[in-house]
């Protein structure tokens, strides 16, 4: 089903972005439209699923003495009413000559008449910007709304719900990548996401993202529970976000995903709606890094940013009504640790400078490693950010084990799978093998058990599915070598040749995934045998308190676990060097297929 559902995500984002290449569109304009539409999609089916149990129950009922209503009836089945003209299939029924734009507009003003909480979330103005438009444009054509209606439609219906929000987030990232730095303002990387997320383990309770963007850590949370066989129904998800329109794709991406949610638009530094000061169970989000431009006088008496003092410039500003906080990553930091409850966790994206910085901030980090607070610090690969290519850092808090003050460091810098020359992402077994260190960590051996089972397991199959590829490769091999001796004047069918390419493109990936389950495996064993915590010079270290105050106070990874990143940042350039060479291998390969191509059509012509 994975590979199914990828071959999905890349058929229609490849068609979605060829018919924005040809409309000259940007991303940011094209983006909320074609998101606004998967969204009017999955309403629609899942509508249509109910859709004759909510007709046979409406005419049961107009023989009693309280008939029910559609609306009624809908509501209790479904969640929501559908009209009939804010269903897909009326929209892609229309001819390119009506007005396609006005109708998705009152297809969505339909949604939201009965479902009061995304009133003002679903895009419709948006649609009147697909078309052309100037003094030549006098023909009424809707033709590139017509042929995004189509695109769309191509998603199967019979999708659940959880599909058509992994089609959502796939798209999401999709157009943060496209957008660069603008897109990386309301989507984290999955990948990201998913470490944090597994590293605390938010299993029930209120999560709060106080800068929660397209709202991806309530997704992968819900995602988490539904994976670990607990009920997603026993979290409530809490969020707020700057950006208005940005909360538009947040409150769409929840209700893909069937999360009730709590999410506002707002600026967390100076407005509290969820009033968070020692509330959450769970405190996840990727802030804004840097924020020079946040007013002193506004956050100085909030307990939120106060408790462990709020960074301040030491000399007094000329301009006292214009004061500002020098910098708003510790203003963030404190919101993380102050909105947690007695037992809560947190997760947060943070730049890297910010566990080295100085004067006040320092005295700060102080505060909150001798509070005990801290539980682990990762630093994350370069690159693996839209918005962003320096590397950044995880903190993670944890107050039920604020007596343990000891801290566990991760360095993993050179863990990452190269996306392509400028991202980076983590697969699923980094994540699985970064989390295992915080499981050995604690005390959990249970889990390093599991997860070399899981890899013995994925092991043989790759094994019996390589063994299954040769015989394969060797059979079509023996076949054309045998139809060449037969035939030493004849040239391979185009069938045999498709044959025998897609048999060795089939051993070559299996070979590969072989390899890599199996230095996946390697390294949990050669790090951890048997099972074991311990510290591993350049990769983890749990450092006591003590250790800390001789680093005075520094939450930096590099300084614990052995390792200068100097020398990693070197590492970084060998490796871009590395990605590009095999990028080169990779064209020569191509135009070297191209080229063998072009001197058989040539042989055929007798050329």
């Known amino acids: 089903m994975a590979d199914e559902l990828k071959q999905l995500e890349e058929k ?199 800068a929660c963007g397209s709202g991806g850590m309530f997704v992968q949370s819900a995602d988490f529970v539904q994976r670990s066989s607990a009920n997603p129904d026993n979290i409530s998800v809490y969020g707020i976000e700057k950006e208005g329109e940005t909360v538009k794709l947040a409150r769409m991406n929840m209700f893909l995903h069937g999360l009730n949610n709590h999410i506002v638009h707002g600026n967390s530094y100076y407005s509290d709606p969820h009033n968070s000061y020692g509330s959450f169970d769970f405190v996840m989000a990727n802030p804004p890094f840097n924020g020079d431009d946040v007013s002193y006088d506004k956050v100085k008496d909030d307990r939120r940013f106060n408790e462990y003092g709020i960074p301040k410039n030491k000399t007094k500003s000329k301009n006292k009504d214009s004061e500002t906080v020098p910098n708003a990553n510790y203003l963030w930091i404190n919101q993380f640790a102050t909105a947690l409850n007695d037992t809560g966790r947190a997760a947060l994206v943070m730049a890297s400078i910010a566990t080295d910085a100085g004067k006040s901030e320092a005295e700060i980090r102080a505060r909150l490693v001798e509070d005990g607070i801290v539980s682990a610090m990762l630093s994350l690969p370069s690159n693996m950010f839209y918005s962003v290519t320096l590397p950044a ?24 799978r190269q996306v392509d020359r400028a991202h980076r992402e983590f697969t699923d077994e980094h994540i699985a093998n970064l989390v295992c260190i915080r499981h050995l960590y604690q005390g959990n051996e249970v889990q390093w058990h599991l997860l070399m089972s899981h890899y013995d397991m994925r092991i043989s199959e790759l094994n019996q599915k390589y063994e299954e590829a040769v015989e394969q490769n060797n059979r079509i091999s023996a076949e054309a070598e045998d139809f060449l001796i037969k035939n030493p004047k004849k040239n391979l069918s185009q069938e045999l040749k498709k044959k025998l390419e897609t048999s060795n493109t089939e051993l070559q990936e299996t070979q590969k995934q072989l390899e890599y389950m199996t230095s996946m495996r390697q390294w949990l064993v050669d790090n951890f045998p048997e099972g074991k915590y311990r510290d591993v010079v350049g990769l983890c270290k749990a450092a006591t308190i003590e250790e800390i105050r001789e680093q005075d106070y520094s939450l930096n990874p590099g300084r614990y676990v052995g390792v200068s990143f100097d020398i990693e940042d070197k590492n970084d350039f060998k490796e871009a060097m590395q990605a590009l060479s095999e990028e080169l291998t990779i064209l020569n390969f191509e135009g070297q297929k191209l080229m063998k191509q072009i001197l058989d059509k040539l042989s055929l012509l007798g050329i």
């Open 12 to 210: 229609l984002w490849a068609a979605a972005d060829k018919l924005r290449t040809e409309s000259g569109l940007k991303s940011t304009q094209y983006s909320t439209p074609v998101l606004g539409l998967i969204f009017l999609r999955f309403a629609s089916n899942k509508y249509d699923k109910f859709k004759d149990e909510i007709e046979a129950e409406y005419a049961a009922s107009q023989n009693t003495r309280n008939p029910k209503t559609r609306e009624e009836i809908a509501l209790s089945k479904v969640g929501f009413y559908l009209p009939e003209e804010s269903r897909f299939d009326y929209l892609l029924s229309l001819s390119e000559q009506e007005d396609i734009p006005r109708k998705i507009k009152e297809a969505m003003e339909g949604i939201e008449q009965y479902k009061p909480e995304l009133v003002g979330s679903l895009p419709k103005e948006e649609y009147f910007n697909l078309e052309p438009k100037g003094d030549n444009y006098s023909i009424r054509d809707y033709s590139l709304t017509a042929s995004l209606l189509k695109i769309i439609n191509t998603i199967p219906k019979n999708l659940s719900g959880d599909i058509f929000g992994k089609v959502y987030e796939f798209f999401l990232g999709k157009f943060a990548s496209s957008e660069g730095k603008g897109g990386g303002e309301y989507y984290t990387p999955t990948s990201v996401v998913r470490l944090m997320v597994e590293m605390i383990e938010p299993f029930h309770g209120r999560i709060l993202d106080p």
């Open 393 to 416: 850092t995880l903190w993670f808090f944890d107050k039920a084990r604020r007596d343990d003050k000891r801290v566990l460091f991760i360095n993993a810098r050179n863990t990452y």
